[in-house]
């Protein structure tokens, strides 16, 4: 069964720290999928990335950048010089490509923090 | 504009009365399934429909019913609510297959006193 485990509960930063969120999973599939959503204070969930299992190539977009290890089994992200505008809840999901469904398992969410 | 949309966004009712969360996507999208965010949880999915007339249980389905008969509609029926059906519910659509992302609903905000 997959499980995607972010044990970061809450973080809290200054603007301009870098921090980095968890993102833990586990799975039995050779063949997967992990994302990254975003829900800012206003509610709504915004995708943000996502990553097959078959590239562990890291990924740069502007702020954010993504470090998938399949040895430790985590896609961590982080966020350089963090703003407030940063300040969301933060999910991780994993989808098998077995099975046929391809229900995605989502973690509890990282809430994230951003004092000016 | 591709969007999913949900309402009514918040809903305060009282135990017992039925009542009907309806989700509309305009992206031909064939997946779609509803979730509940509840503080410490995170999104936990209710049901989820792979296409028209198929729908399935997702990891917590108990008081709760769904219904497919068109591709672009997912409605969540509550027969009878209770105080614990209290949270934050999002639908939420996406093309089959395991590599494709979510597109989330706005959420609808359920009070049941």
């Known amino acids: 069964a997959q499980k995607v485990t972010q044990a970061q509960t809450e973080i809290s930063v200054v603007e301009k720290e870098d921090v980095t969120l968890d993102c833990v999973y586990e799975t039995r599939d050779t063949t997967y999928y992990l994302f990254w959503y975003k829900q800012p204070p206003s509610g709504e969930l915004v995708f943000l990335i996502r990553?097959?299992?078959?590239?562990?190539q890291n990924e740069i977009s502007g702020r954010y950048s993504w470090n998938f290890q399949k040895s430790t089994s985590s896609f961590n992200f982080t966020i350089t010089a963090s703003q407030v505008v940063d300040s969301a809840v933060y999910f991780c999901a994993l989808s098998e490509a077995a099975g046929g469904s391809y229900i995605p398992t989502f973690g509890r969410g990282t809430s994230l923090i951003v004092h000016p | 504009e591709a969007q999913v949309t949900q309402n009514p966004r918040y809903l305060i009712t009282v135990t017992g009365k039925k009542l009907t969360v309806t989700c509309s996507q305009n992206m031909n999208h064939e997946y779609m399934s509803w979730y509940r965010q509840d503080p410490g949880l995170g999104l936990r999915q209710i049901y989820y429909?792979?296409?028209?007339?198929?729908?399935d249980k997702g990891d917590v389905p108990e008081g709760y019913k769904v219904s497919r008969k068109e591709k672009r509609n997912f409605p969540l029926i509550l027969e009878s609510p209770s105080p614990n059906q209290t949270s934050l519910y999002f639908c939420a659509s996406r093309l089959a297959g395991p590599d494709y992302e979510q597109y989330f609903g706005p959420g609808t905000r359920l009070t049941v006193t």
């Open positions: 990553r097959n299992s078959f590239d562990e």
């Open positions: 429909s792979m296409n028209v007339e198929v729908t």
